[in-house]
C-alpha cells in the first residue's frame, strides 16, 4: 500500500512538472503545436488576392458642356440692305461660300466719285510738275526768282499728298465693295442668322454665327487639389446626354494658370474629335480623366496591408499555412483604395479581406485555390 502510494505521488509529481514545464517554456512553440492540430481555417475566394501586374491610373471625374473649339461671328463691315440671304441655321456652309450679299450701288458710286477725284488730282499734279520743271530751267538762266521755284514746288508737294489721300479713300471703297460680300472663311455650320433678307445693317451688326463641328471642347473644373497631376495630352473617356451607350475620347489641351475665384477649381480643356458632327454644342457630358497613370505595377487592396512593431507586411498564402510577408508601401490610389508594394511575386497568393484575427503560422484552405 505504501508502495501505491509512493508510486501515485510519483507519478503527481512528474506530471506538476511537465505542467510547470510548458508554462514556462516558449508560447509560440506551444501556438505552432496547437494549429498544427487544429483543422484549417477556411477562406473565401473573395478573402484572398492573387498577385499580378496591373495598369493603374488615378480618376478624377469632370464634367461640363460641349463646344465647338472654331466658331465665328460675322459682322456687317459696310453699312447697307441685305439683297441676298442664302443660309439658315443648320445649312452646311464650305469655305468661300457666300453668306450675305448687300446692295451695292451706293458703294460703287462712292468709289466712282473717288476715282475721278484722283483722275483729276492727277492731272492737276502732272500739270504742276510741267511748271515746276520750266519754273527750275528760267531760274536757272536767270528768268525767274527763287520764290517762283519754290511756290512752284509746294504746289507740287500738296497735289501730291491730295492724290495720297485720294488714293487711300479709293482702297477703302474698293474693299467696302468687296465686304458687301460675305463668305464662309472656312468648313461649318450656321449657328445663328439674327438677320432676314432686305433688312437694311449699320456697321458692325451681328450677321452670322458659323461653328466647326468637327472638334468639340469642353470646359471643366478640376480640384486644386488634384491639378497637380493634371497634364497636357492626358486622355480623358467622357459620355455625353443622349449617348448612353457611347463613350468618346479625348484629351487635355490646355490648363487654365488660375483658380477660378471662390471656386478653389482650376479650368482645363478637353478636345474631343467629332468628324461624323455627332456631338452639339451645349451637350452636357461626364467622364473620368485619367492621371497619374503607371503600368506593370504590383498594388494590393489597403485591407491587405498589416502593421506591427517592425513595420509594413502582409499574410501570404504558402503550402496551406499562412506566413508573414514584409514589404514596402509605395503610391496610393486612395480612389481606388489601393497600394503598390513591393517585396511579392506574380502569383503569390495573400489574404485581402479585413479579417484581423488571422496570424502567420495558421493553417488555412482557400475555396477554389
Known amino acids: 500500500m505504501f508502495a501505491r502510494n509512493k508510486a501515485w505521488s510519483s507519478a503527481a509529481g512528474a506530471v506538476w512538472l511537465l505542467i510547470t514545464v510548458a508554462t514556462s517554456g516558449s508560447q509560440a512553440a506551444w501556438a505552432q503545436t496547437a494549429d498544427a492540430s487544429s483543422p484549417p481555417l477556411e477562406l473565401a475566394g473573395v478573402d484572398v488576392t492573387r498577385v499580378e501586374p496591373r495598369d493603374i491610373a488615378s480618376d478624377v471625374r469632370i464634367s461640363g458642356s460641349l463646344a465647338p473649339i472654331r466658331r465665328s461671328t460675322l459682322a456687317a463691315r459696310v453699312a447697307s440692305t441685305i439683297v441676298e440671304l442664302p443660309v439658315k441655321v443648320g445649312d452646311v456652309v464650305r469655305k468661300g461660300d457666300l453668306l450675305v ?14 476715282r475721278a477725284s484722283a483722275e483729276a488730282l492727277a492731272a492737276q499734279l502732272q500739270l504742276a510738275e510741267s511748271v515746276l520743271r520750266r519754273t527750275t530751267s528760267l531760274g536757272q538762266s536767270g528768268a525767274s526768282t527763287e520764290a517762283a521755284t519754290l511756290e512752284a514746288e509746294a504746289n507740287v508737294a500738296n497735289l501730291a499728298a491730295q492724290l495720297r489721300s485720294k488714293q487711300a479713300e479709293i482702297a477703302d471703297a474698293e474693299r467696302d465693295l468687296a465686304d458687301a460680300q460675305v463668305r464662309a472663311v472656312f468648313d461649318g455650320v450656321v449657328a445663328s ?9 449699320a456697321l458692325n451688326t451681328e450677321l452670322l454665327t458659323i461653328v466647326d463641328l468637327s472638334r468639340m471642347e469642353v470646359d471643366a473644373g478640376v480640384p486644386t487639389s488634384r491639378i497637380p497631376m493634371v497634364r497636357v495630352g492626358q486622355p480623358v473617356e467622357l459620355t455625353v446626354e443622349g449617348f448612353a451607350d457611347r463613350t468618346f475620347s479625348g484629351a487635355v489641351t490646355r490648363i487654365s494658370p488660375t483658380a477660378v475665384a471662390g471656386s478653389r477649381a482650376v479650368r482645363v480643356f478637353l478636345a474631343i474629335d467629332n468628324n461624323d458632327r455627332t456631338l452639339k454644342g451645349g451637350m452636357f457630358t461626364t467622364g473620368i480623366l485619367k492621371v497619374d497613370e503607371r503600368k506593370g505595377v504590383i498594388a494590393l487592396p489597403n485591407a491587405a496591408i498589416r502593421q506591427d512593431q517592425t513595420g509594413s507586411f502582409v499574410l501570404k498564402v504558402t503550402e496551406g499555412v499562412l506566413r508573414r510577408q514584409p514589404v514596402v508601401l509605395g503610391t496610393a490610389w486612395t480612389d481606388r483604395g489601393l497600394v503598390a508594394v513591393s517585396g511579392l511575386e506574380t502569383g503569390d497568393v495573400v489574404v485581402s479581406a479585413p479579417l484581423p484575427a488571422l496570424e502567420a503560422g495558421m493553417p488555412v484552405v482557400v475555396e477554389g485555390l
Open 101 to 114: 450679299r448687300f446692295d451695292t450701288r451706293a458703294l460703287e458710286s462712292t468709289l466712282t466719285v473717288r
Open 193 to 201: 442668322r439674327p438677320v432676314e433678307q432686305d433688312q437694311t445693317v
